[in-house]
């Protein structure tokens, strides 16, 4: 019963990569690994890897977590100079006695076991962070809404009356084919295995320092062998509140079905008194028997899902759009 699930549209061939990698034999758990490492290089996507947008101080940081089905898990935060953060924090987990290395350590660390340095800043990224320094009154990027359009996400200034408006993208170094937010990624694989992948450079223009829920067990990736498998993702601060991933496979260990764990979940998320109408939230898990479901806290949120029972279109790798009712597959 191979399945594989991607957040987000820059998603849809990183799932490609990971569900053909089961189909040719691999584990769940390296699967995961490199539809993330695919993402991890796409220069494309602005939110992951070689290529995402830097942190207020025109650096690039990167998280990642991994974790398989029997409970192993490894992650880092807070990464310079390392391209492939998902591979980082699987040595964490397979050669270390920790979760998670952050900062100098990790990247001393990844030195150590041979993993080359490479500059993550692209000219494409530094031109949207100078234009950002530029603005009087700070450009900043949310999630998009699903009126939008194809782009994930939207630049945005704030005037003096407090609304928003959008910039022109011809504006800003004109654009093209971006990204943002985490990339999360869940596998089946032939014996029923589960596994699951984070990797992200996190909130464009963010404070130097700061980490999302990405490489946090339980906030962004939370796997439980034969339970569930489960990825939060959206807007860190509130993920890291929510534990939403965490909450998602335990209420199946209680015998939720997928589609109502997602749905609490959200719930959960829309009592917190922080929430904000530019925040946004997308949930998906996959249950031990091959059942898997979707839910987002708005519209816009997409997965990318391809599995052995799509509804007479077995294999093929399908792009969702999921609104404010669940996506599921049901068993």
């Not at 031109?127 to 949310?142: G, S, Y």
């Not at 052995?308 to 093929?316: D, H, L």
């Amino acid at each position: 019963m191979p399945i594989a699930l991607s957040t987000w549209k820059h998603g849809f061939q990183p799932n490609r990569i990971t569900y053909d990698a089961i189909l040719s034999g691999k584990s769940a758990l390296d699967a995961v690994e490199l539809g993330a490492r695919y993402c991890e290089a796409d220069l494309t996507c602005m939110s992951v890897g070689r290529g995402g947008l830097p942190d207020a101080t025109g650096e690039v940081t990167l998280d990642a977590s991994i974790m398989d089905h029997d409970g192993n898990c490894g992650a880092v935060a807070f990464v310079r100079s390392y391209e492939h953060v998902i591979s980082i924090a699987r040595r964490v987990m397979e050669k270390t006695p920790h979760v998670m290395l952050a900062g100098e350590g990790a990247e001393r660390f990844a030195e150590a076991e041979g993993f080359a340095k490479t500059d993550l800043l692209t000219e494409k990224a530094k031109a949207l962070w100078q234009e950002w320094v530029r603005q009087p009154d700070k450009m900043h990027v949310r999630l998009r809404r699903e009126e939008e359009g194809e782009h994930e996400y939207v630049f945005v200034k704030v005037g003096e009356n407090g609304a928003e408006s959008e910039i022109s993208r011809d504006i800003v170094s004109k654009p093209r084919n971006e990204s943002h937010d985490t990339i999360g990624i869940l596998a089946m694989d032939e014996s029923g295995h589960l596994a699951g992948a984070c990797t992200t450079s996190g909130l464009a223009f963010k404070m130097q320092g700061r980490v999302g829920d990405s490489p946090i067990i339980g906030a962004g990736l939370y796997i439980a062998g034969g339970i569930a498998a489960a990825v939060a993702t959206g807007n860190g601060e509130l993920m890291m509140r929510a534990c939403s991933a965490f909450h998602i496979v335990e209420m199946i260990r209680q015998g939720a079905e997928p589609e109502d764990a997602c749905e609490e979940a959200i719930l959960h998320i829309r009592r917190d008194k922080h929430l904000t109408d530019d925040m946004q939230a997308g949930l998906m898990v996959i249950r031990a028997d091959g059942a898997w479901a979707a839910r987002s806290l708005r519209p816009g949120f997409q997965l990318a899902a391809a599995s052995n029972r799509e509804n007479g279109t077995e294999g093929a790798n399908i792009l969702y759009n999921v609104t404010a009712d669940s996506v599921t597959n049901d068993k």
